[in-house]
C-alpha cells in the first residue's frame, strides 16, 4: 500500500491534480523534481479556464512543437502554464500600457488585428505594424507599411485573407459609416442610403443589391459562417436599430431587442460564434444575443453603473469581454457568468495631458496585449509582464 503520494501511480496522481488551484499547483511543484515535472505538464492547466479571464489554450503552442519547426504568431510561443500565468494578469493585475503611435490631430481611428499583424487608420492612410511579444510595445516598427488611396479621412476598414478593404468620405452623400468584408462579400453603411452588399466574382467586387434605411448604419458585421450579417443604427425615425439580415438575398430576418428609448442607437458589433453576437451602444449597456432564442431580450446585459456608452467592444469568443467607453480611455471588463459587477476598470494612454477625454473609438484584443486607439494616440496593453509568479520550466 502507498503511503506517500509520489508513490501514486501516475494516472491517479495526474487525476488527483486535476482538482488542484493554480496556487496549489505552484505548491506542488516546489516539493520535488518529480512533482514540478507533472505539475508543468499541460494537462494539469486545462482545467482552470474557469477561474482566469481571456484563457486561450488554442492560441498557445507547445515550446516543442515549435522547435521541431512549426511556425506561428511569437505570443503564441508559450505552454499552457504560460497561458494561464498572462490569463491571470488579465483579471488581476495591471498591465503595462505603451504608446505606439501619437499624433498632434484629433481622428476618428480604426483598427484591426489579424494572427501577426497590426492595422491603423491614420487620415488618409492605413499603417500596418507586425505584432511581437518579444518587443517592448508587442509591435515590430520595422515590419511596417502604409496603405495610401484615399483623398480623405479612411472611416472604416476591413481584412480579409487577401485585401484590405476601407472606405471613405468622399462623396459626402454617399460616404462610408460602417463596414466590414468576407472572402466573398462586402456590406458598407452608407449615408442617407442604407446598406449596401457587394459580392465577388471573376473581376473583382460588384454591387448585389442595396437596402434603404431610414437611419444612419453605423455599424455592420458578416457572422462567422457568411451567412448573415447584423447591422446597428442610430434609432431615430426606425425604433428598431439592430437588426439581422440574410447576406444573399438581403432580407431582414429577425430585430433584437424591443423598446428601444430615442437615440439609444447600436455603436459597435461582435460575433463570437455563427449564434452569438454582442452589441453596445448609445443605450449604456452590453448586450449578449443568441439567435437560436426569440432575441426579444438579451440573454446577458452588462449595464454601465455610470452610465457611459461604449464606444467599441470585442472578447475573447467566450466568457470575457472588453469594452471601450465613451471618455477618458476607459476600459472595462466584463465576464458573462458574473454579469452583477465589471470585473474591473482602467483608464488607458496620458490622460492628463495627450488624450485628454478621449472614447475610446476601437479596441482589439489577442491573447497577451490590448490594442486601442484613442482621437490622439494607438495605444498598446502587455498583460505578460511576471506579475503572477509560476514556476519557470
Known amino acids: 500500500m502507498c503511503t506517500q503520494l509520489d508513490q501514486l501511480p501516475p494516472e491517479i496522481l495526474s487525476k488527483i491534480l486535476s482538482f488542484l488551484t493554480k496556487d496549489d499547483l505552484v505548491q506542488v511543484a516546489q516539493v520535488s523534481k518529480d512533482s514540478r515535472r507533472l505539475c508543468l505538464e499541460d494537462p494539469r492547466w486545462k482545467h482552470l479556464k474557469g ?74 492612410n492605413i499603417l500596418s505594424y507586425g505584432v511581437r511579444q518579444g518587443y517592448r510595445n508587442g509591435v515590430d516598427h520595422r515590419k511596417s507599411r502604409v496603405y495610401r488611396g484615399h483623398r480623405k479621412d479612411v472611416v472604416r476598414f476591413a481584412v480579409t485573407n487577401t485585401h484590405v478593404i476601407s472606405g471613405g468620405r468622399i462623396p459626402v452623400d454617399k460616404a462610408v459609416v460602417s463596414l466590414d468584408a468576407s472572402s466573398t462579400s462586402i456590406v458598407t453603411g452608407i449615408r442617407e442610403t442604407g446598406i449596401m452588399v457587394f459580392g465577388k466574382n ?43 439580415f440574410d447576406l444573399e438575398r438581403g432580407t431582414r430576418i429577425t430585430t433584437c431587442g424591443r423598446d428601444y428609448r430615442y437615440g439609444a442607437g447600436v455603436l459597435a458589433l461582435h460575433y463570437q460564434n455563427p449564434f452569438t453576437f454582442i452589441s453596445c451602444g448609445y443605450d449604456c449597456s452590453v448586450n449578449c444575443w443568441d439567435l437560436r432564442d426569440s432575441c ?26 472588453v469594452c471601450g467607453l465613451c471618455r477618458y480611455g476607459h476600459i472595462k471588463f466584463w465576464d458573462k457568468r458574473y454579469s452583477a459587477k465589471s470585473l474591473r476598470s482602467f483608464f488607458i494612454g496620458n ?40 514556476p519557470a520550466r
Open 202 to 244: 471573376d473581376v473583382g467586387f460588384s454591387s448585389m443589391y442595396v437596402y434603404s434605411m431610414e437611419d444612419i448604419v453605423w455599424t455592420v458585421v458578416i457572422n462567422p459562417d457568411e451567412r448573415y450579417f447584423t447591422s446597428g443604427s442610430s434609432c431615430h425615425k426606425d425604433r428598431q436599430p439592430l437588426n439581422v
Open 351 to 390: 490622460v492628463g495631458l495627450l488624450n485628454n477625454s478621449s472614447p475610446v473609438y476601437s479596441l482589439k484584443m489577442t491573447a497577451t496585449h490590448l490594442y486601442a486607439a484613442l482621437s490622439q494616440s494607438l495605444q498598446s496593453m502587455d498583460f505578460t509582464g511576471n506579475l503572477c509568479q509560476l
Open 296 to 321: 426579444r431580450l438579451p440573454v446577458v446585459s452588462f449595464p454601465d453603473e455610470e452610465q457611459s456608452f461604449p464606444y467599441s467592444v470585442d472578447s475573447d469568443l467566450d466568457n470575457f469581454v
Open 51 to 124: 477561474s482566469v479571464a481571456n484563457f486561450r489554450p488554442d492560441h498557445f503552442r507547445n515550446l516543442k512543437e515549435l522547435q521541431n519547426g512549426h511556425q506561428g504568431h511569437v505570443s503564441n510561443r508559450n505552454s499552457l502554464k504560460e497561458a494561464c500565468r498572462i490569463a491571470h494578469n488579465w483579471r488581476h493585475h495591471r498591465p503595462k500600457d505603451y504608446t505606439v503611435k501619437k499624433q498632434k490631430p484629433k481622428l476618428l481611428p480604426w483598427l484591426c488585428v489579424d494572427e501577426n499583424t497590426l492595422f491603423f487608420s491614420h487620415t488618409s
